[in-house]
């Protein structure tokens, strides 16, 4: 495939009330343009919306029906991401018809990874046939479900993406890519190109989280406070033990599974170091984990900014932490980007996620797909009166059909029986097409039923069939005393639609007209 213009659309876990747009020009595989970037923000209300929904979503906890905030949740975030992409498209100088596919990943409202003998749950709001429409452009959407529904952690899924950046900028075979946002997920190349991934721990979240609770402001900006305090090393190296951290990958996390509470006592400053430092320490826990060690990571996502965190990372996490703009990176682009680029591999059916980066048992290609109606495309309509059309349809169907099995003949066909008066007692209706004759209808009037009516009927048609060639009948019914009629006049059933009427089935039967020749 050639490449192809993409936006990719992210908002993170950490609510920081915008949205990252990217646009990456890709065939899936490699990066051949970066376009433009922007953090376009949500409006004020659809920020309060969000913060109400992940609490909702958090007291729901995938248990009962998903709650009602959600629709109007939904709708906004999708209407606000289809905007912020019209804003940046034009801006780049190009229009929504040079966008071969928008990659919305939606906002995680909640993420459970999976359990032994418990598959994993995962929900992010975006309605993609929503944005779909708005912008008249096809959208990836909905990226985690299939990849969770098959038995994987659903996350982290920019490993393929990573593996691309550090193919791209041609970086040292010890080096590995870390994200920091309000988790933080690595990716790491084996020599010989394979990939491992997983969520290491918190990276801002709860960063962000206690410094609000002290009304501080929105995040550790400039990691001022950390910088500024003193890490409380007793109560790290405690938190150090959770399990979690040392734990063989696949692995992921929910934005609210590490908390602050445990440095709450702390002043701002030194619980802020604290933080800072087990985010770190976490990242070393992880590649503890790896097959052999990277000395370098590239570190993007908004941790990127934050002084602190990369001096912790040298210090606690024991690696070389380069800016991930020292490889002409864009730190804050490197999710939108991914989404981008996962929406291009959708498109054309290449797998997203690989048993080393979720843990799913063989590759998933993952991402829903919808085709927006574009000018020209063909339009559908329903009607329950069918006519103006037909005729051309069934014109052209015959004449297919016509071309590798020959002529249908098809040609109707009534068999009636009167009483003396003229009335009507009995009568069958079908045609013959091919080598089959079908009665469709067969109606025998009530004080004339049990007196071989019917059989008269069908041995009448099934002459007549015999001589338009017909080397076989085929008839159907869902009551009981046509099924022994039919059964009488040598018919034997051949298949059923169960509950096809009031728990009554549809049986339908069929008889040889050779055998009937010779017998
Ligand atoms: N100048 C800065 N100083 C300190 N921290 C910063 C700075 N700039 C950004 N951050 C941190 O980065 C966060 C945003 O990170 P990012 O946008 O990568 O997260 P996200 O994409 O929402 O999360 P995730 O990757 O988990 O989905 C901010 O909330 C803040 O904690
Ligand atoms: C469930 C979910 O949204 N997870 C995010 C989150 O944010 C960082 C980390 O946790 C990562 O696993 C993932 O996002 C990135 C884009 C990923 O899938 O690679």
Redesign the pocket.
Known sequence: MEPIWAVGL???????G?I?VALLKTDGETITEFGSYELVPYPDETNRLLEKTLAEARAWAFDGPEPDIFVEAEAAISRAQADAVCNVVEAAGLTMADIGIIGFHGQ?VLHRAPIPGRIGATRQLGDGRLMAQLLGTDVAYDFRSADIAAGGQGAPLSAIYHKALLASAGCPKDTAVL???????VTWISGDGQIAAFDTGP???P??DFVRSRGAG???????NALAGTVDEPRLAERLTIPYLSQPYPKSLD?FDFGYDWVEDLSLEDGAATLTAFSAAAVGAGLDTLPTRPTRLVV??????????MKMLETYAKVEAVAAEDHGWR??AV?AECFALLAVRTLRGLPISFPTTTGVETPQCGGRIVRANRPGDPILTITDAPVDHWQTIHEDLFAYNAAFVGEPNRSELQVMLHDQKGQVIAGAFGFTIWNYLYIQWLWVAEKHRNQGMAIRLLEAAEKRAQKRGCTGAWIDTFSESGLAAYRKAGYEVFGELPDFAAGQARIFLRKSLEATNKG
């Open positions: 992210m908002t993170g876990t950490v609510l920081d915008y990252d995680t994200n920091l946002g309000g988790v933080a997920n990276a801002n979240a960063i962000n929105d995040m550790d900006r400039d990691g001022a934005r993007c996502g908004g941790g990127r900014w934050n002084p602190a965190m730190s804050d999710e």
